[in-house]
DNA sequence: TTTGGCTGTTGATCTTCGTCAACGAAAACA
DNA sequence: TGTTTTCGTTGACGAAGATCAACAGCCAAA
C-alpha cells in the first residue's frame, strides 16, 4: 500500500508534516528506512468517547498518537473503572506480541493516531532492532510511569492525589509547548483533557471528592479555574509540597 | 572474568544446574552463546530484609531471580510506602538503560540473584537481539501486571483486595510447584513470602486492616491458617469471587 | 528462667471518603 | 426559542477503613 506510484521520496508526505515525526519511536529511523513503517501505516481519526477497540478484541493495530489524548482503562465485573495509561502526543498505544489487548482504550478528547498492523509492525521490529529497542526504552518508561502512579493509588490522601495530578498535568503541558518558544518561567496555564469523571477514575476516586478538592485548591489560592477544564496554577510551589515527594 | 582457564565448555557449571535456566529471559540464548553472559555473572546471597541497593544508589547491576522473593517499593517522604512489584525466581530486577533506579528493592525472603554489571548487560543485548527481544516481553507483561495491580489498588475493597492477592499468590505457587508432578486440582496450600506489614504495603491497607479480613476469611471457611503465614485455600472457587473478575 | 523484640490479632474510636440528593451552568438538540 | 442532556458543584449523612491501644505467641539473647 503506496501511497504514491512515483518514485520513493525521502519522506512519506504525511511524516514530513508530522508534529512527532521527532519524538515517537519511528525518530530512530533512518529517512531511507521510515518507509518500511510509512508503506504500512493508515492515519485515522477518533472522536471523544469514541472506543479504539472493545472488551476482548484482538489487538489488531499498534498506533502512535498524533494529536490528541487516549485513555487506557480496566473494568472490574460491575462498572467500577480505573484509568491505567493516559497517553500523548508521541506515545505508543497498543499491546505488541499479545494476541489480545489488555485493556480498554477510549479518545479522551478527538485523536489522530498513526496506525500500523500489529502483526506487519512487529515484523518491521524484527528487521530493525534499533526501533524495537526504543520501544523497549519506551516500554522501561510506561513501567516507571505506572510505578510512580500506583505509591499514588495506594497511600496518597484524596487531596493529594489532585494536587499531584494537576502538577503531572501542568509538567506535561509545559513540555509539549517548549516547541513555542515560550519561557517556562510562567504561570502554567493548560486545559485538562479530561472530564472530572476520568479524573476520578484515574485516581481512584469520586467525581464528588475530585471536585471538593478542586474548590479546596481554589479556596487556598493554590489555582484558579478559567472554566471547570481549564487551570492556571498560582502557586506550583504550594501544589508540589501538596502532592508529596514524587 | 572467565571462571576456568581451560576450554569454553558448552555450558558453565552454574548454569548447568540453574533452576532457572529454561524459565529466565537467558533461555533465550543458546549454548553457545550463553558464555557471554555467563563470563559477566556473579551469584549473590540477600538475607530476608536486606536492601539490594539504596535510595538513589546508582542502578548498577541488573539480576535474575534464581531462588526467593524480592520486593520492589517506592516511598513517601514521610514513610508511607507501597510496594509495586514482587519478584520471582526466572523474574528480572534492576533498571536497563538508566542510571538510577527508579524504585527501592529488597529481599523478602532469602534470596540468591544472579547478577550482571548493568553496562555489560546491556552491551551483551545489543549483541543478541533475541535476548533484547525477551527483556522486551518481559517487560511488557510486567507492565500489564502493573495495570491489574492498579485497578485493585484503585477500586477494590479491602476484602476483594486481600482475597484477590492470596488468589494470586497461591496461582503463583501452583505455578511454581508444577515442576514437581503434583495433581492440580488439589486444594492448594501454600506459604506467603510476605508478612503483614509486606502484604499491607502491597494493598495500600495497614496491617490491621488485613489482618481482619484474613480472620473474616478463616471464619467464612474459605481459607485455613497453618500458621500466620502459611495458607490453605478451601475453597478457591469462593475466593476467586470474592476477588472480583481479574 | 526472664527479658525484650517481632509478628499477628482484636477491640474501641475517629476520620476520610463514598453515597445520595439537589441544583446550576453550559452544551446539544429540536 | 425552549428542552434535554451533560458536566460540575455543594450539602447531609453513613460506612469503610485508619488510628490508637492492648495483648498473645514465638523466638533469641541474657
Do not use: Y
Not at 492515519?43 to 479504539?52: I, M, P, S, T, W
Not at 475530585?210 to 502557586?235: H, M, P, Q, Y
Amino acid at each position: 500500500m503506496v501511497t504514491s506510484p512515483e518514485l520513493a521520496p525521502v519522506f512519506d508526505r504525511r511524516c514530513e508534516t508530522c508534529p512527532v515525526r521527532h519524538h515517537a519511536i519511528c525518530s530512530v529511523l533512518e529517512n531511507q528506512h521510515c518507509h518500511d513503517l510509512s508503506d504500512i501505516m493508515v492515519h485515522k481519526h477518533f472522536q471523544r468517547g469514541q472506543a479504539l477497540w472493545g472488551e476482548e478484541d484482538d489487538a489488531e493495530f499498534i498506533a502512535i498518537v498524533v494529536t490528541g489524548t487516549v485513555k487506557l482503562f480496566k473494568m472490574l465485573s460491575d462498572g467500577r473503572q480505573q484509568i491505567v495509561g493516559l497517553l500523548f502526543p508521541s506515545d505508543c498505544v497498543g499491546r505488541a506480541f499479545s494476541e489480545t489487548q489488555q485493556t480498554f482504550a477510549e479518545a479522551a478528547t478527538d485523536t489522530e493516531l498513526c496506525c500500523f498492523p500489529r502483526r506487519q509492525f512487529e515484523q518491521v521490529l524484527k528487521q530493525h532492532p534499533d526501533l524495537e529497542h526504543a520501544l523497549l526504552e519506551k516500554t522501561l518508561n510506561d513501567l516507571d510511569n505506572a510505578r510512580n502512579w500506583m505509591i499514588g493509588l495506594g497511600r496518597k490522601t484524596a487531596g493529594e492525589k489532585v494536587a499531584s495530578f494537576l502538577s503531572e498535568m501542568a509538567r506535561k503541558s509545559e513540555l509539549t509547548k517548549c516547541n513555542q518558544h515560550r519561557p517556562p518561567a510562567n504561570v502554567p496555564i493548560f486545559m485538562l483533557p479530561l472530564t472530572r469523571v476520568d479524573i476520578a477514575d484515574c485516581l481512584g476516586l469520586t467525581i464528588e471528592t475530585v471536585s471538593r478538592n478542586f474548590t479546596k485548591l481554589r479556596a487556598d489560592g493554590v489555582i484558579k479555574s478559567v472554566d471547570a477544564r481549564t487551570i492556571e496554577v498560582c502557586d506550583p510551589e504550594a501544589l508540589a509540597r501538596l502532592a508529596e515527594a514524587e
